[in-house]
């Protein structure tokens, strides 16, 4: 059963830093692409980064280009985002999600750490 479980969200203030992070199992976490979606209040999930199964390639939504770092550990299976320069706008509800390749698609979803930014 998979099992995806984020932690490492809160307040932080403008300008400030938050590091995310995934806790996996359940699956053979090194041999699958993972990222990270937001949702803020009202608005619909977006992307904010990929990264591939070995940890070479990773791609950012504009909207975090330059302040966000996604990372792996994969002998830890846990996954990483590094969030500096922290915007009020990045104020959301952050889900770890792995690929599927049954569909094809990121399906598997964790329950979401929320993040606030605001002084």
């Known amino acids: 059963q998979v099992q995806l479980v984020e932690s490492g969200g809160g307040l932080a203030q403008p300008g400030g830093s938050l590091r995310l992070s995934c806790a996996a199992s359940?699956?053979?976490?090194?041999?699958?692409?993972m990222s990270w979606y937001r949702q803020a209040p009202g608005k619909e999930r977006e992307l904010v980064a990929v990264i591939t199964s070995g940890g070479e390639h990773t791609n950012y939504a504009d909207s975090v280009k330059g302040r966000f770092t996604i990372s792996r550990d994969n002998a830890k299976n846990t996954l990483y985002l590094q969030m500096n320069n922290l915007k009020p706008e990045d104020t959301a509800v952050y889900y770890c999600?792995?690929?599927?390749?049954?569909?094809?698609?990121?399906?598997?979803w964790g329950q979401g750490t929320r993040v606030t930014v605001s002084s």
């Open positions: 359940g699956f053979t976490f090194s041999k699958h692409p």
């Open positions: 999600v792995a690929y599927d390749y049954n569909t094809g698609k990121y399906d598997f």
